[in-house]
């Protein structure tokens, strides 16, 4: 029989390495409903026209990144790449935006697929959790979001997180400064990848996101957005700044961020996570500010701004850089039983404790005292209960402390509170 592999960027999660992407998920979840978010799910796939209308026929997901096949009625479909298009036309179809209540605040958790060279932490499928912040053009409005990503990220374990933001103006301010990048890449193009020269007729914005270290130097000395700026603009930019600033945010301008999605307008940003040697280990999430999006997608014109992490990046790193802080899959109590005769009991008693709230487990063999004890060691047990004829008769069993190996003795009506004291004290 044949042995299948999975396939090329995706990898199975499982024991600690699964619980902990659930736990960061979990965590992120929490952190924006403080902060007044709603969780809303979209389908996985959508038709192509949506992403390739949103994202913009520049942008690498469109050109490069999308899993797009025909269904059996001969529709072109997508497996979403991102989700903020699929959640726009969420809105739109089901009228969300027709409330007093603008700002809708959204948050979203889920699979999402990309077609690109599989990388450490990064996946053809992986996991996608974010915000979008849907109809208030306000400096607030993007403080707030930029500043909840901000600190989600802290309150995960990431002690050192920089934003890198930047302003590509409204649009009055691009077409500007694209008329610009044309001028002066204009004597340059053709000695420059594919990838630019095809970005120079479609929007040459996108060449500054250009990762070729030859075509890196001549963008170098490109002109820089925030000399064409508008009044308008710049004043929204240096508004974010300073609700930033009174956060205790850390930022740097970074004068060539465009992000790599077409809908973008004001403010992009990367969260970049920097380690305690002073390495920056790369942008960790990213969003932006967009205007146009929902409009696009058939409902009214909206400002908006959100941001995305991808979980299992997330996840890959914490476990590098704070492995003290790593859970491990681990049992509360294990029931070791001896004796054939004691094994209902041990069974009752097992269900009693999973009903009270106890992660606990029992093997279903008989095998003797030792064999369970290394069972309940590579199953992270903290407690074992000791079960046999004489704990059966007298009511009472025997409590182990794996950790310290104290082991006391409980009757039946007080083991639930006795392990409840025991438990706290361990944590």
Known sequence: MPIYQPQRGTYDAFYEDQENIEKIASLLKQIASIYGYNPISVPVYETTELFARSAG???????????????????????????????MRAIVTNKLYATKDLPLKLSYYGPTFRYERPQAGRYRQFNQMGVENVGVSSPYSDAETITLG?????????????????????EESRNAYKEALKEYFSSKI???????????????????????????????DAPKMGDFLNENSKKYFQEILTLLDNQGVEYEIDDSLVRGLDYYSHVVFEFHFISKEGTNLGAIGAGGHYDNLVEEVGGPKLSSVGFAFGIERLNTLLKEISPE???????????????????????????????????ADMNFEEKSFKSQI??????????????????????????????????????????????????????
Request: charged share 30%; aromatic share 8%.
């Open 190 to 220: 053709d000695t420059m990848c594919p990838d630019c020269q095809r970005r120079y007729k479609i929007n040459p914005l996108r060449i500054l996101d250009c990762k070729d270290k030859d075509d890196q130097e001549i963008i170098k």
């Open 374 to 427: 290394k069972i309940a060691l590579r199953k992270q047990a903290k407690f074992i209960l000791i079960i046999g004829e004489d704990e059966v008769k007298n009511n009472a069993f025997g409590l182990k402390n794996l950790l310290n190996q104290e082991q006391i003795t409980v009757t039946k009506d007080e083991l639930i509170t006795k392990l409840d004291e025991l438990c706290i004290e361990e944590e």
């Open 325 to 359: 802080t790593y859970s491990k899959c681990f049992l509360d109590v294990f029931v070791v039983w001896l004796g054939k005769d004691v094994e209902s009991y041990a069974y009752d008693t097992l269900q009693n404790l999973r009903l009270n709230g106890f992660k």
């Open 150 to 170: 901000y600190n989600s990220l802290k309150m995960i374990g990431f002690s050192h997180v920089i934003l890198k933001i930047n302003s590509i103006g409204d």
């Open 57 to 87: 026929e520049s942008s690498d997901i469109v050109t490069k990144e999308m899993f797009t096949f025909l269904d059996k009625g001969g529709r072109s479909i997508t497996l979403r790449p991102e989700w903020t298009a699929g959640v």
